[in-house]
C-alpha cells in the first residue's frame, strides 16, 4: 500500500524490555520523524532524519534509539521501556525539510 | 514555560457557527505557521499552511497570523460535525528549515453538535 505505516498499531510490554516501532514510507521520503503525542504536551519530537544514515535527536530523545540504513525505514527502539513511553507514537515523512510532514496512523504503546 | 501555547478545550459548538482556534507563542524566531487536523485515533493531517503574518483562506478555513501579537488563529465558518477533531498549531523557523524540526501545540479538541 501507498503512504505511511506504522506497525504494531497497538503494544503491550513490560518495564524493562526492548520495543522495536516499526515505520515504512512508499514516498521515498528524505525526511522522517519520530514523535510521542501525550495529553497536555502535543507532539513532540523524538528524533528525525535527513537522509539513509542521518539522525539526529529531538526534543525528548532519551532512552530512545532509531536507525536508517534505507530511505524507506525509520525503526524506533525504546532500550529498556519504561512507564513514562507509555504513549501514543507517531511517525512522519516530508519530501523535504520545509515541505510538509505526512503521519503515520501511531503506535499506541502501554508500558506496565 | 513553553515555546508554544493552545488551550486544550474541549470546545463544544453547535453546527453553523464559527469556531475560532488559537495559539500563542514565545519564539520570535517562528516564521511558518500550520495548522493540523487530527481525528480520533489517527494521525495528523495539514489543513493550513501560512508564512510570515497575514490570512490564508481554504473555502471555510481562515488561517490567521499576527506576528506582532505571537498569536495565530484557525476559524472555522459554519462548522459541521464532520469538523469534530483536534487541532494541532505548528510552528517553525528559518533556522529548522534544513531539518523540518515542528513545535506542535497541545491541540484543541472541537466538538460540533449536529
Known amino acids: 500500500d501507498a503512504g505511511i505505516t506504522q506497525s504494531p498499531r497497538y503494544k503491550i510490554t513490560e518495564t524493562g524490555r526492548q520495543v522495536t516501532l516499526m515505520c515504512h514510507q512508499t514516498w521515498s521520503h528524505s525526511y522522517m520523524f519520530w514523535y510521542r503525542q501525550d495529553l497536555g504536551h502535543g507532539l513532540r519530537l523524538i528524533y528525525y532524519s535527513a537522509a539513509a544514515d542521518i539522525t539526529d535527536k529531538g526534543e525528548v530523545s532519551d532512552g530512545y534509539v532509531v536507525s536508517r540504513s534505507k530511505t524507506e525505514n525509520f525503526p524506533l527502539t525504546l532500550e529498556s521501556a519504561t512507564r513514562s513511553q507509555t504513549s501514543v507514537y507517531f511517525c512522519a515523512s516530508s519530501d523535504r525539510a520545509q515541505e510538509t510532514q505526512y503521519f503515520g496512523p501511531g503506535t499506541r504503546l502501554l508500558v506496565l | ?114
Request: with cysteine; hydrophobic share 30%.
Open chain 2, 1 to 114: 514555560q513553553k515555546e508554544v501555547e493552545q488551550d486544550p478545550g474541549p470546545l463544544s459548538v453547535p453546527e453553523g457557527a464559527i469556531v475560532s482556534l488559537n495559539c500563542t507563542y514565545s519564539n520570535s524566531a517562528f516564521q511558518y505557521f500550520m495548522w493540523y487536523r487530527q481525528y480520533s485515533r489517527k494521525g495528523p493531517e495539514l489543513l493550513m499552511y501560512t508564512y510570515s503574518s497575514g490570512n490564508k483562506e481554504d473555502g471555510r478555513f481562515t488561517a490567521q497570523v499576527d506576528k506582532s501579537s505571537k498569536y495565530i488563529s484557525l476559524f472555522i465558518r459554519d462548522s459541521q460535525p464532520s469538523d469534530s477533531a483536534t487541532y494541532l498549531c505548528a510552528m517553525r523557523g528559518l533556522g529548522s528549515s534544513n531539518t523540518g524540526k515542528l513545535i506542535f501545540g497541545q491541540g484543541t479538541t472541537l466538538q460540533v453538535k449536529p
